[in-house]
């Protein structure tokens, strides 16, 4: 079936993974040296993706802090604390 579906052009969907991961990163750290902060709001007009993957990283965040299963891990939070990521927003 595999063999098949390739012959015809089939294009498998790509994992998000790490690469994903860092590429929204990088953008962070760009957001960060523009607006001096890693506050994004979570609609923010420039980079609406931007917004939601910092909310997803909070309540991954959380997940992790509960012993839930979690895409969060120890080296993404030491990259993020790195850049001063604020894990918890007073509003």
């Given at each position: 079936r595999l063999e098949?579906?390739?012959s015809i052009g089939f294009?498998?969907?790509k994992?998000?993974?790490q690469a994903s991961w860092d590429a929204k990163f990088n953008e962070l750290v760009a957001y960060k040296a523009k607006f001096?902060?890693?506050n994004v709001p979570t609609k923010y007009r420039d980079n609406s993706t931007l917004g939601r993957?910092?909310?997803t990283?909070?309540?991954e965040y959380k997940k992790y802090q509960e012993g839930q299963k979690t895409s969060m891990n120890a080296d993404?939070?030491?990259r993020l604390d790195?850049?001063?990521f604020a894990w918890f927003i007073n509003l």
């Open positions: 098949r579906l390739e294009r498998w969907a994992r998000k993974g001096g902060n890693c993957w910092v909310s990283q909070r309540a993404r939070i030491r790195g850049i001063g």
